[in-house]
Structures are given as C-alpha cells and as structure tokens.
C-alpha cells in the first residue's frame, strides 16, 4: 500500500507558502486569547510579539491573505480571526479517528483543545479486545477490526496513531486504504505514504533533546565565564543553501516561527 514518501511543494495550491501556513496557528492562537478578553484591534507588533513571530513577517503572511489592516488603527480581531480560521479549513467540522487508546491516546480522546479548534474525536480505536465498548473520555472504545467501517461511516479525513511503534505502518496503510488523507504520528517510527497524504510527527523526546543541546551550550559557556578566559572559538558558522522547491527538507531544524535558519553550525 505505501508507495513512498509525500513530497509538497513549498508553495500550496492557493499561492500561500507552507512557512506560512505553518505559522497560521500561532498568529490564531494569539488572537484568540485576545477575542476572549475582547481586544478589538491590535498592531501588527503587538500581534507579532504575542505569536513570537518578526513583524514584517507578520504582515507578509497577512499580505497572502488579503489583510493589511488600518494604519494607525490596526487589524480586527475577529475578522482576523475568522479569515485566518477560514484559510486553515477550521470554520467546518474535521471528525478525527484516534488509533491504540493506552496512555497517549486516552489523554488525546480527554483533551479539550481538539474540540474548541473545530476537531471532533469521532471515535477510539484498539486492536485489544478487553478495551471494546469501554468508555474513554464519554467516547466507548472500538475495535480496530471495525476501523474501515468506522471511517467510511464518519466520512473522517485525519488519523492520529498512538499506537506502538511496531504497528504504527500497519495502522496507517489501513486509515489511508479506507479513506484518510491526513495523519498525526506520534509513534517514533517513519511513516511512508502515498502521494496526496499529509503526515505530521509529534516527538516530545526529539524538543527534549534539542533542549538538552542547548542546556549544555549554556552550562560550558557559564564554565568558561566562571573560569576567566574566553569561550572556545567557535567554527566557522556552515551557510546552507534552502532546499530545492518541491522537496521536503529534513536538514533543518524549524525555528519557533516556522523557519528552518539558514545558518547552521558546522
Ligand atoms: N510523540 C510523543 O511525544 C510520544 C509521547 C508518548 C508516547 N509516544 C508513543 O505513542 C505510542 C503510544 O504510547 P502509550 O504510552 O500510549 O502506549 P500504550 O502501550 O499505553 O498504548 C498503546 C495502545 O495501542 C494499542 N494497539 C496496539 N496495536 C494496535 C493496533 N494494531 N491497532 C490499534 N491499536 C493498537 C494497544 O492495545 C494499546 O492500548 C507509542 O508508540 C509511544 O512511543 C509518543
């Protein structure tokens, strides 16, 4: 069933570019904190800090999609909020699949942020009997000899594996087989895909160890602070060309922004 991996162009079909789209859900989640206190309008710097975003690049984003907001007034809120929402497909209902309900999946079926940004837990998936028909988060669980039938039914669109790393091929070529077109690994395993399938990877152990890296940049420079002397030189620093169009880079580490920086150390 796998035929290989997805290669998108960098530039959607709409004209936005990815890093922008990748950076739409930041500048959302601002504005919705915002709406829910009832700020009218913000500047585009205001906006920019509260996403942790440059604000020139703010307002190219905004350019993609038609907003350029009031010189001296700012952007609106709402309609901001809407267009931005509109642009991500979050003003319609997305029924989501969750498949292996053990401790990740039954935190994910329990978190509230999935319903209130338009994604609806259609049903829980697991290959062990003895958690059929039990209910996890109100939802009763499955089994995932019905999986095919389940996402046909619920016309459902996006998987999330939380299933063994082992299984997880195996679970994503049945979801694609019976209709998914978008899914969210959490399994530490490469997934392979047709073309016309999105797959996303959350790994909370690879933030760890970037984090660990920069922890230990930290502790030997206060070292060499400690000890008087200058910090070891550092090399020279590699300038990396962007990828070519129409590739998925796996290089670079993307920046909270959704960058991937063009400079990276030797
Ligand atoms: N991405 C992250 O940051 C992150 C964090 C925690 C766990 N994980 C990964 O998530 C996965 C689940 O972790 P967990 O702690 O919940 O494990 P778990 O053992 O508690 O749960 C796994 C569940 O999957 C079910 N399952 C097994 N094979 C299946 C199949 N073929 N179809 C459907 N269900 C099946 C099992 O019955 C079980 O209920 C693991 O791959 C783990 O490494 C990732």
Known sequence: MATGRTHRPATRSRGIPEATVARLPLYLRALTALSERSVPTVSSEELAAAAGVNSAKLRKDFSYLGSYGTRGVGYDVEYLVYQISRELGLTQDWPVVIVGIGNLGAALAGYGGFASRGFRVAALIDADPAMTGKPVAGIPVQHSDDLEKI??????????????????????????????????????????????????????????????????????????AEEGHDAVAEPEPVVVPPAPRGTTGTTGRKGPDGDVPAVMPA
């Not at 669109?157 to 790393?165: L, Q």
């Not at 049945?174 to 899914?183: D, F």
């Not at 999105?198 to 909370?204: A, E, H, M, T």
Request: with cysteine; aromatic share 2%; charged share 20%.
């Open 151 to 224: 996402i046909s039914e619920d016309g459902v669109s996006i998987g999330v594996i939380a299933t063994p790393a082992g299984v997880a091929q195996q679970v994503c070529d049945r979801l694609v087989a019976a209709g998914v077109t978008s899914i969210l690994n959490f399994a530490p395993t490469v997934l392979s895909v047709p073309d016309g399938v999105d797959v996303r990877k959350v790994d909370l152990s690879i933030e760890l160890q970037i984090l660990a890296f920069h922890e230990q940049r930290k502790a030997g420079e206060e070292t060499s």
